[in-house]
């Protein structure tokens, strides 16, 4: 029997996606069959996301959020489930990062790092995994799930000046861990995406300079990442191709990890 990635008759929530890897995860999600809820604190931002997707003739709702209020969680997660018709997915994608040395690094800076990157994620996996585990008490007649927290390879591997983010992901891959071990039971699954150094618009032009193209050097691919090749990775987590696999956690970053110190 063969499985395939798709998330036909599926619905998803995606955070953080009112830009960059969060708009694109909904586009993928969405190209692959789900229905998508689109969070984030940006609604504006949110609307372009809805647009592209819908373009693309798939299927968007929009939900403001904000993954350090837990009022505002809560409400949005409730929100999505009763517009969707419950939460079969969920990519846990939104997050901030901050560049400065450890010395002069300021109370407020790490613990806004840490309130969105762990706790927030921490904050809307509970409530998403409580409408999995309910689904059929709810009257949506589905139970089980799938969880995917989008981390990253400083999670596993530090680079200088950035440590609350460091920290805050490495957190993240041990929550996602934690978290398997106790939903296994509830058919719901938990897993980690640790992409590395991607192309985007924000950073093309750090990439372009001596110190970006020394670290590109440091990649055994020798180049960055694109978009696009997270999207396999993802649906594969996502979709019932990956069904028994929880607790993974999965590093799509050119083999940086591997290259030597």
């Known amino acids: 029997m063969s499985v395939t990635m798709t998330l036909a008759g599926r619905s998803a929530l995606v955070t953080g996606a009112s830009s960059g890897l969060g708009r694109h995860f909904a586009q993928v999600l969405a190209a692959a069959g789900a229905r998508v809820a689109l969070a984030a604190r ?5 609307e372009e996301t809805r647009a592209a997707v819908e373009a693309a003739g798939g299927s968007a709702v929009v939900l403001a959020m904000d993954v350090t209020d837990p009022a505002s969680v809560a409400r949005a997660v409730a929100e999505a489930a009763e517009a969707l018709g419950g939460i079969d997915v969920l990519v846990n994608n939104a997050g901030v990062t901050a560049t400065t040395p450890f010395l002069d ?15 927030g994620c921490a904050r809307v996996a509970r409530e998403v995994a409580r409408h999995m585990r309910d689904g059929a008490a709810d009257g949506t007649g589905r139970t089980g799930g799938s969880i995917v927290n989008i981390a990253s390879i400083l999670g596993l591997r530090v680079a200088g000046q950035v440590a609350p983010y460091a920290a805050s992901k490495a957190g993240l891959v041990q929550l996602t861990r934690a978290m398997a071990l106790e939903l296994a039971r509830h058919g719901i699954r938990v897993n980690a995406l640790c992409p590395g150094y991607l192309e985007t618009e924000l950073n093309r032009d750090f990439f372009a300079t001596d110190a970006g193209r020394a670290l590109v050097r440091r990649i055994p691919q020798r180049r960055l990442g694109r978009l696009e090749e997270l999207d396999g990775p993802l649906l594969l987590l996502c979709s019932d191709a990956g069904s028994y696999m929880t607790g993974s956690v999965i590093a799509v970053d050119g083999g940086h990890l591997v290259s030597s110190l």
């Open 42 to 46: 940006r609604r504006e931002a949110l």
């Open 105 to 119: 690094l300021e109370e407020e800076e790490w613990d806004r790092v840490i309130a969105t990157n762990l706790t």
